[in-house]
T-cell receptor
Framework: SQTIHQWPATLVQPVGSPLSLECTVEGTSNPNLYWYRQAAGRGLQLLFYSVGIGQISSEVPQNLSASRPQDRQFILSSKKLLLSDSGFYLC???????????FGSGTRLTVV | GNSVTQMEGPVTLSEEAFLTINCTYTATGYPSLFWYVQYPGEGLQLLLKATKADDKGSNKGFEATYRKETTSFHLEKGSVQVSDSAVYFCALSDSQGAQKLVFGQGTRLTINP
């Protein structure tokens, strides 16, 4: 069966520090991969998605970047965190041609 | 572009009450519609879905019907339980290409015993 792993679960980072959040999917090939952010008290915003290795689409301009170095690995990064980067980050995957997403358990990032 | 508008919360009900959370959408083409649930401190779980007009999605006593004529996908449950307390998100997906999900803002539901 397919599983999605996301880590770490929580993270507290100072302003200006770098960030790396990792997401991996098991049990499937060539998944579509997504990064969403949920700011406090708000809905979910799509940040990046990828339909293949090395392919990244950005939905909103921001201080973050994403990479897909392997088929089932999706990384969210920042060189210098801002206070406004705080939030709950969710990775998700979907199978091409099929309806529906599966979400990871999320990373709660607090920038101090 | 595509968008989802959800009933604003928070919503507070007593156990065994009837629940409705309204959701309407704007989309080109024929999107798929979803309800996701987020329990405290956790990620999102798919609650139910519908992929075409007049489909009814159901799970754990919750139901929602895809109404193309009113562009709605309201979530209902006949008798809520304390364990249903969570944040509920309505979402739509363009079934083509990358299947990007567009979410409503979420509705926080609290059920009191």
């Amino acid at each position: 069966s397919q599983t999605i792993h996301q880590w770490p679960a929580t993270l507290v980072q100072p302003v200006g520090s770098p960030l790396s959040l990792e997401c991996t999917v098991e049990g499937t090939s060539n998944p579509n991969l997504y990064w969403y952010r949920q700011a406090a008290g708000r809905g979910l915003q799509l940040l990046f998605y990828s339909v293949g290795i090395g392919q990244i689409s950005s939905e909103v301009p921001q201080n973050l970047s994403a990479s897909r170095p392997q088929d089932r690995q999706f990384i969210l990064s920042s060189k210098k965190l801002l206070l406004s980067d705080s939030g709950f980050y969710l990775c998700a995957w979907s199978a091409p041609g099929l309806i529906g997403y599966t979400f990871g358990s999320g990373t709660r990032l607090t920038v101090v | 572009g595509n968008s989802v508008t959800q009933m604003e919360g928070p919503v507070t009900l007593s156990e065994e009450a009837f629940l409705t959370i309204n959701c309407t959408y704007t989309a080109t083409g024929y999107p798929s519609l979803f309800w996701y649930v987020q329990y405290p401190g956790e990620g999102l779980q798919l609650l139910l879905k519908a992929t075409k007009a007049d489909d009814k999605g159901s799970n754990k006593g919750f139901e929602a019907t895809y109404r193309k004529e009113t562009t709605s996908f309201h979530l209902e449950k006949g008798s809520v339980q304390v364990s249903d307390s969570a944040v509920y998100f309505c979402a739509l997906s363009d079934s083509q290409g990358a299947q990007k999900l567009v979410f409503g803002q979420g509705t926080r539901l609290t059920i009191n015993p």
